[in-house]
């Protein structure tokens, strides 16, 4: 049976990361507007160095300290609830997930440590450029390596990553691929314009660009859906923090504000709005405490594909919808720019599509039951 | 006997369901045996006491071979377990053919017993208790009135003291399976010059005294498995008070609490009937597919929320009011469910073609309203969960 009770070093480690990440105003005022890093560089060194967060759940012969990925869940929380911007999620989970998937021990032993100390940045460049603006991403022989050739968009931190992990075409089927950005001839990368300004995606294009085949050829794809798995769990932990977070100040609020000469959390249309979004958020919490027990446990592909898919389809709806009632329950202030409310509901609506949108997630849970499922809607 | 887990546990209890040659169900096996997802048992009276008689026989059985009150400590017959293993057994009865478990089962055991634990006199707890529990005496409630619905304080069914005796009249309304009850548990008036709150006592009353009428009210559904109990002059002795004089608003909200935090089960199983005739039938639009898995993650998801509540009770991390959360949340689904199953039978659902496991759904369909007024209205459910658990201001 999953385990859905948070346990006391959980909690602890959430006490600790709170007090350190304050508010969400402390999180966001922290970047330097016009710096090259869009987080806080010197809270990361303390978060990856000092607490050892990014090797948390990473098994110790890479470096980790070898916790759960429920462990990690805890932490991922108190990121959401503060909406602090970091590369964690590109970085410690979604790359460090599809490597640990490749079951590449030479480049498991190269690169994990880096990434469980922070010291190094990885991301994950799995999404087509769409439109006709970008060719899908193939890979050719040359040599003992290998070169890469095409478009990719969306990429979480592809910016500011120091190694990029690519899967791509090549004759024999999938295969991952590890590109050091730094030293890689025919890359450009370009920023992307982001609905959520703390993340950041970038359109990666590569020309004959040298990558290190990363697992075996053919195993490309399924390296990537284990990564993607988990971090669709990870960030359903990211969401209930967040939508636990705005319900709090919607309460809040609604318990300060006065109209008609009353708080206006008196009048039953505010407070039975509260009540169905409490709904949403201890079940959010349910949906995502399950989802981490299970991929911390030694279940199948299809068990943690499933609870991936419940978590992000349950999770990134709840989210939204609290965040935005908490922007009705403000009223106008609300709507201001200088008011928090829309950045968590940018965060939501960012979250609510990036790996996969709910429809999708609905999708795999349909054949999942033996449902015909016919195209997902919605895309 | 040591039980290492819910696990090991629920497959020695299979264990002895299979000794005792009760077959398993199939839930995915559609067009063979009895189809029901009613929410109210729409039976005839006769019919009604059958259904009954056959619980109470499986009840026994199942208290005598100590799988009845598992949860409970061993001198009310149980084996002490935490709750986790109660809720797990009762899970697992759903996937054998056993007698079906209307809700005068639930209101005895789950909600008048552990009420009776907690208010009895020692006299009350052995007299009672373990009758309850292994439902040699079946109890029904008897709280709301026809001016005393959501505001259940306002009841005007007086109990006035005569000696060792209180004489109790007046009318209540909306007690489920009164018919087959032995005792209902009254809340009553006692001291109308009191603030309303503190003016209230409870009683177990016997329903078979001088003066109890028991009326059926047919409902939507069709049936009648709610009435009204009138209370003329009714004489019950002192010694079944229940809690001290002028405390049956304490005892009304131990039996309440108990009945919300059974609630979230509300409905369990239906969405697998669904399933399996989604499946059987083969769906001819991704909409409509969409539609289903959107009700299967809420039915899952409010299932690993009981699971969670249950947990973090044991652990004793629980906040209030989580039965609130969960009874909302079952009939919210039991709504959804209503709503997708017309989208996948349309016509077959308004008109009965004759064929197995689909007119039937009309049960649930008109069912489904009911238990979001019983037990605290979903209206009301949203006012506390807002006022106790978010703590907003009262209005």
Same mark, same amino acid.
């Given at each position: ?28 005022? =922290? ?37 759960? =990925? ?23 989970? !979604? ?99 982001? !609905? ?48 636990? =977070? ?100 940018? =965060? ?32 | ?27 995915? +096996? ?286 004793? +991390?629980?906040?209030?009011?989580? /039965? ?29 073609? /004759? ?41």
């Amino acid at each position: 049976m999953a385990d859905l009770v948070e346990s006391a070093e959980q909690a602890e480690l959430r006490a600790t990361l709170r007090r350190l990440f304050g508010g969400p105003s402390a999180c966001l005022a =922290r970047p330097e507007p016009d710096g090259d890093s869009y987080y806080d560089e010197k809270l990361w060194g303390v978060l990856a160095g000092e607490i050892g967060l990014c090797g948390l759940s990473l098994p110790e012969r890479y470096g980790g300290s070898g916790y759960t =990925r429920a462990d990690r869940a805890a932490a991922l929380h108190e990121m959401g609830r503060c909406l602090l911007p970091s590369p964690f999620l590109a970085s410690a989970v !979604l790359a460090a997930e599809t490597l640990l998937a490749t079951g590449d021990e030479d480049l498991l032993t190269g690169i994990l440590p880096g990434l469980a100390a922070g010291t190094t940045l990885a991301a994950v460049a799995y999404q087509e450029t769409p439109g006709g603006d970008g060719r899908p991403v193939r890979a050719v022989r040359d040599g003992t390596g290998w070169l890469l050739t095409g478009s990719r968009s969306f990429v979480l931190d592809g910016s500011q990553a120091d190694l990029l992990l690519v899967p791509a075409g090549t004759e024999s089927g999938s295969a991952l691929f590890a590109v050091d950005a730094a030293a890689a001839r025919g890359l450009s990368r370009r920023p992307m314009r982001t !609905l959520d300004p703390s993340r950041r995606q970038a359109r990666l294009d590569f020309a004959a660009t040298p990558g290190r085949l990363a697992g075996a050829v053919g195993a490309g794809a399924h390296a990537v859906r284990e990564g993607l798995a988990h971090a669709t769990i990870a960030l359903a932990a990211e969401q209930v923090g967040g939508a636990e =977070r705005c319900l709090e100040e919607a309460v809040e609020y609604a318990g300060m504000r006065r109209q008609f000469g009353r708080p206006i959390g008196s009048f039953q249309a505010i407070k039975h709005k509260c009540a169905d979004l409490l709904i949403l958020v201890e079940s959010a919490r349910s949906a995502a405490r399950y989802a981490a027990s299970v991929s911390s446990g030694p279940g199948t592909d299809e068990d943690l594909y499933s609870a991936a898919a419940l978590a992000g389809a349950y999770c990134s709806t709840a989210y939204f919808t609290v965040a935005a009632e908490n922007i009705q329950i403000h009223g106008g202030i609300g709507f201001t720019w200088e008011h928090h409310a829309h950045l968590y509901f940018r =965060r939501a609506k960012a979250s609510e599509v990036m790996f996969g949108t709910p429809a999708e997630h609905r999708a795999v849970l349909a054949r999942h039951l033996g449902l015909p499922a016919g195209p997902a809607p919605g895309r | 006997m040591r039980i290492d887990s819910v696990q090991s546990f629920l497959a020695e209890f299979e264990g002895w369901l299979e000794g005792l040659g009760i077959p398993r169900r199939r839930p995915d +096996q559609v067009g063979v045996g009895d189809f029901s997802v009613a929410v109210f048992d729409d039976q005839t009276p006769e019919e009604e006491r059958a259904a009954v008689d056959r619980g109470r026989a499986w009840e026994g059985t199942k208290y005598d071979a100590g799988w009845g009150a598992v949860d409970w400590p061993s001198r009310f017959g149980g084996r002490g377990l935490p709750s986790a293993f109660a809720a797990a057994l009762r899970t697992a009865e759903q996937d054998w053919e056993l007698p079906r478990r209307n809700e005068l089962f639930a209101v005895t055991q789950h909600m008048i017993a552990p009420t009776v634990r907690d208010w009895g006199t020692d006299e009350q707890v052995e007299r009672f208790v373990r009758g309850l529990l292994r439902t040699d005496i079946m109890a029904c409630q008897l709280f709301s009135e026809p001016e005393a619905g959501s505001d259940l304080a306002a009841v005007r069914t007086r109990a006035v003291r005569d000696g060792r005796h209180w004489v109790l009249s007046g009318q209540k309304v909306w007690s489920s399976m009164a018919a087959c009850a032995q005792y209902g548990e009254a809340i009553c008036r006692s001291d109308p010059d009191a603030p309303r709150h503190t003016g209230l006592t409870a009683f177990l009353v016997p329903l078979d005294l001088p003066g109890v009428t028991i009326r059926p009210i047919r409902q939507m559904t069709g049936g009648a498995s709610f009435n009204e109990v009138f209370l003329d002059e009714v004489r019950v002795p002192d010694t079944l008070r229940l809690g001290p004089e002028g405390g049956g608003w304490q005892v009304a909200l131990t039996t309440l609490s108990a009945e919300r935090s059974d609630s979230g089960s509300l409905g369990a199983g239906t969405v697998d009937k669904l399933l399996a005739l989604a499946r059987h039938r083969g769906l001819s639009s991704s909409a409509l597919v969409d539609e289903i898995v959107q009700l299967w993650i809420h039915d899952r998801v409010l299932a690993l929320n009981n699971q969670r509540t249950v947990a973090e009770t044991q652990a004793g +991390q629980a906040a209030g009011a989580q /039965g609130s959360l969960g009874k909302l949340a079952a009939t919210m689904n039991m709504r959804r469910t209503s709503d997708v199953i017309t989208a996948l039978l349309g016509d077959e659902l308004i008109a009965d073609t /004759g064929e197995w496991g689909t007119f039937a759904w009309t049960e649930q369909v008109l069912g489904a309203p009911g238990y979001r007024i019983a037990g605290g209205s979903d209206e009301i459910q949203r006012t506390i969960i807002a006022e106790r658990v978010l703590g907003m201001p009262r209005g």
